[in-house]
Nanobody, 115 residues
Framework: QVQLVESGGGLVQPGGSLRLSCAASGSILSINTMGWHRQAPGKERELVAVITSAGDTNYVASVSGRFTISRDIAKNTVYLQMNSLKPEDTAVYYC?????????WGKGTLVTVSS
């Protein structure tokens, strides 16, 4: 089993920044890809950013150039740096880790972008 715990959400004004963290524990060797998803009110959950075990990254078009996913292998932590936030970025952000036929999710952290 793998446990994923997100932190760093909160209220921020448009144009501001936040950094989300996802701390992984347990049988993390089974995970080869980590990602951040988000779900806005009334919308489906979408994949926002991905980082592979090789360090390759990919982003949904709506956040490309504003969000950066990174990892600290020593700390078993994945980050999502979010800059130039917009009201439409408001959502619950979920950390996900998958690989070897297994799929793990955190409980989510709320990000609200509002003036």
């Amino acid at each position: 089993q793998v446990q994923l715990v997100e932190s760093g959400g909160g209220l921020v004004q448009p144009g501001g920044s936040l950094r989300l963290s996802c701390a992984a524990s347990g049988s993390i060797l089974s995970i080869n890809t980590m990602g951040w998803h988000r779900q806005a009110p009334g919308k489906e959950r979408e994949l926002v950013a991905v980082i592979t075990s090789a360090g390759d990254t990919n982003y949904v078009a709506s956040v490309s150039g504003r969000f950066t996913i990174s990892r600290d292998i020593a700390k078993n932590t994945v980050y999502l740096q979010m800059n130039s936030l917009k009201p439409e970025d408001t959502a619950v952000y979920y950390c996900r880790g998958w690989g070897g036929g297994m799929d793990f999710w955190g409980k989510g952290t709320l990000v609200t972008v509002s003036s």
